[in-house]
C-alpha cells in the first residue's frame, strides 16, 4: 500500500524576493516527480505554512485555483 503526498513550495530564484512555486510529489517516501508549476511570485506572497499563495496577492484566487487543479489531477 503506498501513499502519495503532493507538496508545493517556492524556489527562490536569483532575483532577490522573487520565485517560482514548484510541485514535488513522493509516493511511500520516495520523491517520484519534482517540477515547476511555472507560477512566479513575490517570497512576500507566498504562505509557506498553506502552501498557498496569500489571499494579499491580485492573483491569489486564480494561482491558487492553478495549484488545487494540479494536486487533483495528481
Same mark, same amino acid.
Given at each position: 500500500?503506498?501513499?502519495?503526498?503532493?507538496?508545493? !513550495?517556492? +524556489? %527562490?530564484?536569483?532575483? &532577490?524576493?522573487?520565485?517560482?512555486? !514548484?510541485? $514535488?510529489?513522493?509516493?511511500?517516501?520516495? $520523491?517520484?516527480?519534482? %517540477?515547476?508549476?511555472?507560477? +512566479?511570485? *513575490?517570497?512576500?506572497?507566498?504562505?509557506?505554512?498553506?502552501? $498557498?499563495? +496569500? $489571499? *494579499?496577492? &491580485?492573483?491569489?484566487?486564480?494561482?491558487?485555483? +492553478?495549484?488545487? %487543479?494540479?494536486?487533483?489531477?495528481?
Amino acid at each position: 500500500l503506498s501513499s502519495m503526498h503532493v507538496l508545493f !513550495y517556492l +524556489r %527562490t530564484s536569483k532575483t &532577490p524576493g522573487r520565485g517560482t512555486v !514548484y510541485c $514535488r510529489v513522493t509516493a511511500s517516501g520516495q $520523491r517520484v516527480v519534482d %517540477t515547476s508549476t511555472n507560477l +512566479r511570485l *513575490s517570497a512576500a506572497d507566498w504562505d509557506e505554512a498553506q502552501r $498557498r499563495v +496569500r $489571499r *494579499s496577492n &491580485p492573483d491569489a484566487k486564480t494561482f491558487n485555483l +492553478r495549484l488545487q %487543479t494540479v494536486e487533483s489531477a495528481l
